[in-house]
């Protein structure tokens, strides 16, 4: 079981922000009692900035898809560094925007000055560029294009060495109370050197025993509900892969996002990122994982239709192991027997499925562990999700 610690951490914000590098540390963050006060310069409380996946889709530098907004929840003027215990800053295109902006580089500079945590991603290691922060020799890395600049600052260039897959991207470096790292795929280790930075002791209740768990994916899986668990649960030191039927590792699964844009009385879909294949569909067994969890989005109607995803997911309940879903992942839960006489969250799409499959909807709570099996509702219920799911498998994040 996690503490709801004391902790606080400001995140500086701004339009076509990395979504990555905002969800999953915000969502992780918040899933084990850590405040978050997300900010902009210019914007008030309940403002939007707008989010974009940043992704290689064939062409000789990575694409900017727009995917959807993050409302803000803090007020940029009333920020006092002395009340955080660290600042993060995401990568994306606002990085080249605020790192000319003296509020915004005197703000760094002020968490320098007081030696708190300062975590910078892809590109937003500009902020440390314009704040002089540099200088020294301060062991840095980023995106590869932002090399000339980190080392004209008087920074030293790092780079995680003997890389050729983007499996083996892993890493960050972290000097001083200043960590960096080169984006999104090092997400699960930076978040781990994270928490551990932030005072936090992660355990087992399981001696010798490394948590493993399975997702279980397809096309149009949604963007954040295979991502933010997957990189959450590395974080945790657990052992993830994620597999599908139809395609060999290191293949790819196109991801979605749902965007609810005012006015409108159903999300948008857009691309997201797209998500890799770790694990061959041949070499997955159910005695090899403690849990099996389907994510969100259009990827469980793919799933019901085949009979090698949903008879997966029956060998998980009947050898009684842990079986986890978020929002639409309920569709392929009630095709497997998963929900009958069980107690789950539902978002509106799965109601149906849910009541016709035995299940038994606790209209009242948005996550709902009974017994083995975790459900969580929607995207937005992330947090709650992993902190259950955590408990469950007996994992612990303590401050």
């Not at 850590?34 to 900010?39: F, N, R």
């Not at 929840?73 to 006092?80: E, H, K, L, R, Y």
Request: proline share 4%.
């Amino acid at each position: 079981m996690g503490s709801m610690a004391q902790k606080s951490v400001l995140m500086l914000c701004g339009e076509f922000m990395e979504a990555y590098e905002t969800i999953v540390p915000l969502y992780v963050l918040q899933a084990f009692g850590v405040s978050v006060h997300c900010v902009s310069p210019g914007r008030k409380t309940g403002d939007k900035c707008v989010m974009a996946a940043h992704d290689l889709l064939g062409l000789e530098i990575y694409t900017e898809l727009v995917v959807d907004h993050l409302t803000l929840n803090a007020n940029f003027d009333g920020v006092i560094p002395d009340q955080y215990d660290a600042i993060i800053i995401p990568g994306g295109r606002f990085t080249e925007l605020l790192s000319a902006d003296e509020k915004c580089v005197s703000l760094v500079a002020r968490f320098a000055e007081l030696k708190k945590l300062i975590f910078t991603s892809c590109h937003s290691q500009l902020f440390l560029a314009a704040a002089g922060l540099l200088t020294g020799g301060m062991k840095c890395t980023a995106f590869e294009s932002m090399k000339p600049f980190i080392e004209l600052s008087g920074g030293a260039w790092w780079q995680q060495p003997g890389v050729q897959t983007l499996f083996e991207i892993t890493d960050c470096v972290k000097d001083g109370s200043f960590m960096s790292t080169m984006g999104w795929p090092t997400l699960g280790h930076s978040l781990k050197v994270l928490l551990e930075s932030l005072g936090s002791k992660i355990s087992s209740s399981k001696e010798n025993h490394q948590t493993s768990l399975l997702f279980l994916i397809g096309d149009c899986v949604e963007d954040y509900s295979i991502n933010v668990p997957f990189k959450a649960f590395q974080a945790l030191g657990c052992k993830v892969d994620a597999v599908t039927p139809t395609k060999k590792r290191g293949e790819k699964c196109a991801t979605i996002v749902h965007d609810l844009e005012d006015g409108r009385q159903l999300p948008t879909e857009k691309f997201g990122h797209n998500f890799y294949v770790t694990v061959a569909w041949d070499d997955v067994s159910a005695d090899d994982y403690d849990c099996i969890v389907v994510p969100g989005g259009r990827s469980p109607e793919l799933l019901v239709m085949n009979p090698k995803a949903v008879e997966l997911v029956r060998k998980f309940v009947e050898k009684g192991k842990f079986v986890a879903a978020i929002g639409m992942g309920n569709w392929l839960l009630a095709a497997t027997g998963a929900l009958k006489k069980k107690r789950c969250a539902s978002s509106y799409g799965t109601k149906v499925a849910v009541k016709v499959a035995g299940g038994e909807i606790v209209e009242s709570e948005r996550c709902v562990t009974d017994d083995k099996l975790v459900t969580a509702a929607s995207t937005s219920d992330l947090p709650a999700f992993l902190y259950a799911l955590s408990t469950a498998l007996g994992l612990s994040v303590v401050f």
